[in-house]
């Protein structure tokens, strides 16, 4: 990798500048401010129910504000993908592209490839299907028209994982499968349609330019109250059923895929066979093959990875860029867990820290635990010129109906973060005076989120909103400390 291509490394000097007063981690005080409009008082206008805790400082001087229970650990959510970009980044430079590639064995003899046609992952977190037939047309320009050997995908590049957070329902999207063959998010695109008394029902690899069939995986409506889908593995392969009562006139969702690489296989042996190659049925290899790289698709780079990852919170992205960076530091582990608590260990050394505590590298699990406190240092230790402010989000301030309502010449940049029952907010502010600000914000009603059945889990009942309460609440504390501590004079 080229060395303008790495991001930057942080030096002792950047990280300790402006620094000073905070490394005895003075305690947070009840400000005049405060006194006469308590924290606690703008929790119970709003209606947030549970733990909080608070944190803004001085981005630059590193001064605390303002504070309520900063050092109370809660459930980050997704504001943990501020630590996974954090550990990408360092650990494997912003210039980083992942490749999957087409490796065969063996010489192409009058259009068959004499030995083995392998499809290598190489952890791609993006990898789509309009890209996989990129690597097929490799192959047509290739003139390979069939294999005389074996068709396989190699998906160890990463350890399997069947779902990120086993507490989270099988059917929702953003709990995915992990391995080192990742093909449009490890999802398949369902379909259906009234028609008659039953439903015509489809599975797709939908791409933007293409979409091919898959049948390696099924779906049945069936009738039942409940749940609404319902999962099994059936030698390998992935089998849904779905309650035909909820499925109204029609519609289309996203289901995850349990296993990828026969997923990936299957749209390829479509997509080949689309440009007139014949691939046999795919089996599933179980080392990386030696050979000669047939076709090779490159990602983008891991800083417009990450970038992505922060806007849209993708789930995957977060833990593929996590375990990644895990291997080539030389972590032995075999679970997002092990990989998670390395991270945890990296954060806290690095920028200074003790409590932060992942369990994961998305904040899907809600036993991942870290204090504003520590987040706030995270973010303001990065510096407001390193490269996380430019990645994070701009954030529309609304009021308490929800209506948008911007501060004049007050820019705020954040990762949100929301799980049922749990709520985190952090970022920077530029005030219109030009002063900068570090902040986090965590709610959480753990009470109400464990109490909640795990197939009710993607709509369970009060979450929203309460979520809504808890932005609501967040947007009007950044309100408060642009107009206490950074109006215009």
């Known amino acids: 990798m080229k060395k303008s291509q790495q ?8 990280l ?45 001087s590193g001064k605390i504000l303002e504070g309520s229970n900063a050092d109370k650990s809660l459930p980050p959510a997704s504001v943990a993908k501020i630590a996974t970009t954090l550990y990408g980044l360092y650990g494997m430079g912003s210039g980083h592209q992942f490749q999957t590639r087409l490796v065969g064995t063996g010489k192409v003899v009058n259009g068959v490839l004499q030995g083995d046609l392998t499809l290598v992952g190489g952890s ?27 068709f396989q995908v190699y998906s160890g590049d990463l350890p399997y994982q069947r779902m990120i957070d086993p507490d989270q329902p ?16 490890n999802r398949v695109f369902f379909r259906w349609k009234k028609v008659g008394a039953g439903y015509e029902t489809s599975l797709s690899a939908k791409g933007r330019k293409n979409n091919p069939e898959v049948g ?16 099994q593995s059936e030698n390998g392969a992935d089998r849904w059923t779905v309650a035909a009562d909820k499925l109204g006139r029609g519609g289309s969702r996203w289901l995850p895929v349990r296993a990828p690489a026969n997923y990936t296989g299957e749209v390829l042996r479509v997509l080949a066979r689309e440009k007139g190659i014949q691939l046999p049925p795919v ?14 698709d490159r990602s983008i780079e891991l800083g417009k990875i990450t970038s992505a990852m922060l806007k849209y919170s993708n789930n995957l992205t977060a833990e593929v860029v996590g375990l990644t960076v895990s291997k080539k530091r030389g972590v032995k ?13 990296w954060v806290n050394k690095r920028y200074r820290i003790k409590g932060a505590s992942f369990k994961d590298h998305s904040g899907l699990s809600d036993t991942s635990r870290v204090s504003a406190r520590d987040m706030a240092l995270i973010v303001a230790r990065e510096g407001w010129d390193g490269a996380l402010r430019l990645k994070l989000k701009s954030v529309n301030l609304r009021n308490s ?4 309502a911007p501060i004049s010449g007050a820019k705020i940049v954040a990762k949100t973060g929301t799980l049922n029952f749990a709520s985190g907010l952090s970022g920077y502010i530029e005030c219109p005076n030009g002063r900068r600000l570090a902040f986090a914000v965590f709610t959480a009603d753990l009470r109400r989120r464990a109490a909640i059945p795990k197939d009710q889990m993607d709509r369970a009942e009060g979450a929203s909103a309460w979520a809504r309460k808890s932005r609501i609440f967040q947007h009007q504390l950044i309100r408060r400390w642009v107009n206490v501590y950074g109006a215009s004079s």
Do not use: C, E
């Open 333 to 345: 582990t075999r679970n997002l867990r092990g990989s998670a608590g390395a991270m945890s260990s």
């Open 283 to 296: 089996r599933t290899a179980m080392a990386s093959p030696k050979g000669v790289v047939l076709a090779r």
């Open 7 to 14: 991001y930057p490394k942080m030096t002792r000097r950047r």
């Open 216 to 231: 390696g995986i099924k779906i049945t409506p069936v009738k039942r109250a409940l749940p609404v889908y319902k999962y």
């Open 16 to 60: 300790l500048a402006g620094f000073t007063t905070m490394l005895a981690y003075p305690a947070v005080a009840q400000t005049s401010v405060m006194q006469s409009m308590p924290l606690r008082s703008l929790i119970g206008t709003y209606g947030v129910t549970g733990a909080h805790s608070i944190i803004v400082m001085d981005a630059m």
């Open 124 to 150: 791609d977190p993006t990898f789509d299907t309009d890209r996989l037939a990129q690597l097929a047309a490799g192959l047509q320009a290739r003139g390979i028209t069939s294999v005389a050997g074996k």
């Open 401 to 404: 109906d929800w209506k948008k």
């Open 170 to 185: 099988d059917h929702v999207g953003y709990n995915a499968t992990v391995s080192g063959m990742n093909l449009n998010f």
